[in-house]
T-cell receptor, first 115, second 113 residues
């Protein structure tokens, strides 16, 4: 069974500082991996997706994530935080099972950006 | 604009009443999903449907029911059997259930008093 662990339910960074949100997964087969962002009282918006084409995936709003199979990690980074990045971020893994892919989410990391 | 529309955004109901949340998509997606979100819990899958007239239970289906009579629509009924129904409910869809991106609606807040 697949699972996702996001280290740190809350992360605070200063505006302009590096953003690093950690995600580790467990999967018995090569998975699809996703990062979503959620602003208050809204749905989830896709930031980026890993599909095995390249280990470094670039997404929207300057975010990127690197797939490291040996570490079973898919950490999300952004070189310079902006106030508008304050939101909750979810890592998710999709793995084939019983004829369909099921998406499993981590519990989320809330990012605060300090001016 | 293409997208997923959930209604209502906010809903209040008395304990013991059934309530139905609407979800409509015009993306021509075959697969649709309902997730429940509680603070600090992430998203948990309630039901999903791979095609019209077919649906499967997710991880927390007890106390919920769905139907998929039309490709565009996937309503969720929260029944009185659901012990803790107060939550944020998210509807989603994807082209299929073979690893393609899942797109989300704006969510519905249900408060049971």
């Amino acid at each position: 069974a697949q699972s996702v662990t996001q280290l740190g339910s809350h992360v605070s960074v200063s505006e302009g500082a590096l953003v690093l949100l950690r995600c580790n997964y467990s999967s018995s087969v090569p998975p699809y991996l996703f990062w979503y962002v959620q602003y208050p009282n809204q749905g989830l918006q896709l930031l980026l997706k890993y599909t095995s084409a390249a280990t470094l995936v670039k997404g929207i709003n300057g975010f990127e994530a690197e797939f490291k199979k040996s570490e079973t990690s898919f950490h999300l980074t952004k070189p310079s935080a902006h106030m508008s990045d304050a939101a909750e971020y979810f890592c998710a893994v999709s793995e084939a099972g019983a004829g369909s892919y099921q998406l499993t989410f981590g519990k989320g990391t809330k990012l605060s950006v300090i001016p | 604009d293409g997208g997923i529309t959930q209604s209502p955004k906010y809903l209040f109901r008395k304990e013991g009443q059934n309530v139905t949340l609407s979800c409509e998509q015009n993306l021509n997606h075959d697969a649709m999903y309902w997730y429940r979100q509680d603070p600090g819990q992430g998203l948990r899958l309630i039901y999903y449907s791979q095609i019209v007239n077919d649906f499967q239970k997710g991880d927390i289906a007890e106390g919920y029911s769905v139907s998929r009579e039309k490709k565009e629509s996937f309503p969720l009924t929260v029944t009185s059997a659901q012990k803790n129904p107060t939550a944020f409910y998210l509807c989603a869809s994807s082209i299929d259930t073979l690893g393609n991106t899942i797109y989300f609606g704006e969510g519905s807040w249900l408060t049971v008093v």
